[in-house]
């Protein structure tokens, strides 16, 4: 059904998508780098540079279970006219190589082995014939066959991992295997969670007349989480700006970001502004997108504070174009995910002074993307929503995006998932 700008909407000034963006990501900054141990840094993003202090890997070492032995002792030999040489010892992992092997020489070493002093190359076992205290040797090795050479990853001083880089497992592999224990990040931010209203209750509790249960706790702590973050869930708020006041306070010691659903509309009454009063600082907007139109940006005690509309399609995608971008910006991570290119199934309807972000579903056809509505426009059907990859932008003062054309796409969600 389309949506047409109503008397209200065209007397308001409504501010664009992309200039109370801009606002937002202009008043937050990357957290303060914190020195973390490396099994808690996993997602977090690099704040200096981390070189190696020794060669990787620290010693020369056998690819293969076999003997190690002087390449120059066994250059001739092949099945027929096998060599044979002298077991001087075993080499034994996470213990010293040994004696220095001599001419004539070799040790049994296993895969990762030390290389002994001495020994250029390693003879894998079913090339060797064992009898008695001697390995008879059934084939030639060059030097540094089946070695594995020290500081051939990397030498020491070398970078390991660059600032700005997202720490994910590999590079955790590579730290610890170069003995770091802890690095400088800019750690998950922690983000406070608060539903508003009168009207709530906890899913699982019973509904009395007129009471719904509370969705959008449940899909901000999610699109937190996925976002890196680490969100903490307060309690429901009633409308009544003493008890949002108490609610902020109780999380204020824990928490980066505040955000809170629900309470932001333009009138005298609205419980955040009137909580704001005297206690922080606070800008309401009324943004020309649909769904999503009221938000509430500003600070407590100093940490960013986003007040989001009450609707659960409204909180979605005011997260996804508004909160998600900070978060990933205080976290050092870039902001903003690639949009994706999609070629519309079916026409649909834009707005004359909004954009209209419309849930979409995807599929792929050879090389395009495809994208379907999944639904209604109105903000509180989330079904539709959960049947959705992502949002189709279509910009203010579109009329119709046509069936064939091509739109931006958001996406949420990977499209090769059911």
């Known amino acids: 059904m389309r949506e047409h700008a109503n008397a209200h909407d065209a007397d308001r000034v409504l501010l664009g998508v992309e200039e109370v963006r801009a606002r937002i990501l202009s008043a937050v900054e990357p957290l303060v780098p914190v020195e973390l141990p490396l099994q808690e840094v996993a997602g977090c993003v690099l704040a200096h540079d981390v070189h190696a202090d020794f060669d990787l890997p620290p010693f020369s070492s056998s690819a293969m279970d076999g003997f190690a032995v002087r390449a120059a002792d066994v250059g001739g030999a092949n099945r027929e006219r096998p060599v044979g040489l002298r077991i001087a010892g075993e080499v034994r992992m996470g213990r010293p190589s040994g004696t220095a092997l001599e001419e004539g020489e070799a040790a049994a070493i296993p895969t990762g082995g030390r290389i002994p002093e001495g020994a ?18 059934l084939a030639p090795v060059v030097e540094g066959e089946h070695v594995r050479s020290a500081g051939e990853d990397v030498r020491a001083g070398e970078l390991l991992v660059p600032a700005g880089a997202r720490l994910l497992a590999p590079d955790l592999g590579l730290l610890a295997s170069a003995g770091v224990a802890s690095v400088s990040v800019h750690s ?23 009471r719904i249960h509370d969705a959008n706790a449940f899909t901000l702590i999610a699109a937190v989480e996925e976002a890196g973050g680490v969100p903490l869930e307060a309690p429901i708020v009633p409308d009544d700006p003493a008890r949002l006041v108490e609610a902020l306070e109780a999380v204020a010691d824990r928490a980066d970001v505040f955000v809170s659903s629900g309470g932001v509309a333009m009138g005298e009454d609205d419980p955040v502004k009137r909580a704001f009063a005297g206690s922080g600082e606070i800008d309401l907007y009324e943004v020309a997108m649909q769904p999503g139109k009221p938000q509430a940006f500003g600070s407590w005690r100093g940490k960013p504070f986003f007040g989001l509309p009450g609707n659960p399609v409204s909180v979605f995608v005011s997260f996804e174009v508004f909160v998600r971008p900070a978060l990933l910006r205080m976290m050092g991570r870039p902001p903003f995910r690639p949009p994706a290119k999609a070629v519309l199934e079916e026409d649909v309807e834009g707005l004359p002074r909004k954009t209209r972000f419309a849930r ?5 056809r050879g090389d ?29 003062g579109v009329e119709v995006l046509r069936a064939g054309e091509t739109c931006s796409v958001m996406v949420f969600r990977d499209p090769e998932e059911a």
């Open 188 to 210: 998950r931010v922690r983000v406070a969670v608060l539903s508003t209203g009168d009207e709530l209750v906890p899913p699982g509790e019973p509904l009395a007349e007129g």
């Open 360 to 364: 979409v579903r995807l599929r792929r």
């Open 120 to 137: 250029d190359a390693v003879v894998p076992i079913e090339l060797c014939s064992i009898d008695g205290d001697r390995v008879w040797v």
């Open 368 to 396: 395009r993307l495809l994208a379907a509505v999944t639904g209604g426009h109105r903000s509180n059907l989330m079904s539709p929503l959960a049947r959705a990859h992502g949002l189709a932008v279509i910009p203010a």
